[in-house]
């Protein structure tokens, strides 16, 4: 598998195929018309490879940066950006990718316009319903991937405790360790 899904959304998990997006270098994930179908098929969207080009590689980046600047908006209180909307409108605007059911179960086929236009129209269903107040972004500094918090009393810190949580967990105990522990939140009284 070339990608990952911590999110189990394929909105939101499309947006951490920019790994690292604070960091001097982010890691591109979608850099190719290869990696794009491999991660619409991974993920669930389509069931064989759309067949991208280059271009289709250029609207999946911009409506993937219009989905986070639309979701970094959200979780900041802030008004949407006027461009970012046109673009995840646009690209919910063409048909989704099509399901049929065969003889040995279903099958999702789609062009990569009809695999965006999918991921464009979960991206709208979260941040225009319940699920928008659940979002948050990974508690990791070097993470920028979000997520939706549906842990008991919305504690969940991590988008993914197998890799954020364990990196976190292990590098507050090195710390404390050296007899460095790291700041904790102040505890109400």
Same mark, same amino acid.
């Given at each position: 598998?070339?990608?990952?899904?911590?999110?189990?959304?394929?909105?939101?998990?499309?947006?951490?195929?920019?790994?690292?997006?604070?960091?001097?270098?982010?890691?591109?994930?979608?850099?190719?018309?290869?990696?794009?179908?491999?991660?619409?098929?991974?993920?669930?969207?389509?069931?064989?490879?759309?067949?991208?080009?280059?271009?289709?590689?250029?609207? !999946?980046?911009?409506?993937?940066?219009?989905?986070?600047?639309?979701? !970094? !908006?959200?979780?900041?209180?802030?008004?949407?950006?006027?461009?970012?909307?046109?673009?995840?409108?646009?690209?919910?605007?063409?048909?989704?990718?099509?399901?049929?059911?065969?003889?040995?179960?279903?099958?999702?086929?789609?062009?990569?316009?009809?695999?965006?236009?999918?991921? !464009?129209?979960?991206?709208?269903?979260?941040?225009?319903?319940?699920?928008?107040?659940?979002?948050?972004?990974?508690?990791?500094?070097?993470?920028?991937?979000?997520?939706?918090?549906?842990?008991?009393?919305?504690?969940?810190?991590?988008?993914?405790?197998?890799?954020?949580?364990?990196?976190?967990?292990?590098?507050?105990?090195?710390?404390?360790?050296?007899?460095?522990?790291?700041?904790?939140?102040?505890?109400?009284?």
């Amino acid at each position: 598998m070339e990608h990952a899904f911590p999110c189990g959304n394929p909105a939101l998990d499309f947006v951490g195929t920019l790994r690292a997006r604070r960091n001097a270098a982010p890691r591109e994930m979608l850099g190719s018309s290869a990696s794009l179908d491999a991660w619409f098929r991974e993920s669930g969207v389509t069931d064989t490879d759309p067949g991208s080009g280059p271009s289709d590689v250029v609207q !999946a980046i911009a409506l993937r940066e219009a989905i986070y600047a639309l979701v !970094a !908006a959200r979780l900041t209180h802030e008004d949407y950006d006027d461009r970012a909307l046109a673009v995840l409108n646009n690209a919910a605007r063409q048909a989704p990718a099509v399901q049929r059911l065969t003889r040995i179960g279903r099958r999702i086929e789609a062009t990569a316009s009809q695999a965006l236009s999918t991921v !464009a129209r979960v991206a709208i269903d979260i941040l225009s319903g319940p699920d928008a107040e659940l979002l948050k972004e990974c508690g990791r500094p070097e993470c920028t991937q979000v997520y939706l918090d549906r842990s008991r009393g919305f504690r969940r810190e991590w988008c993914a405790m197998e890799t954020c949580g364990n990196k976190m967990k292990a590098a507050a105990y090195r710390a404390r360790k050296r007899g460095n522990p790291p700041l904790e939140p102040a505890r109400k009284a």
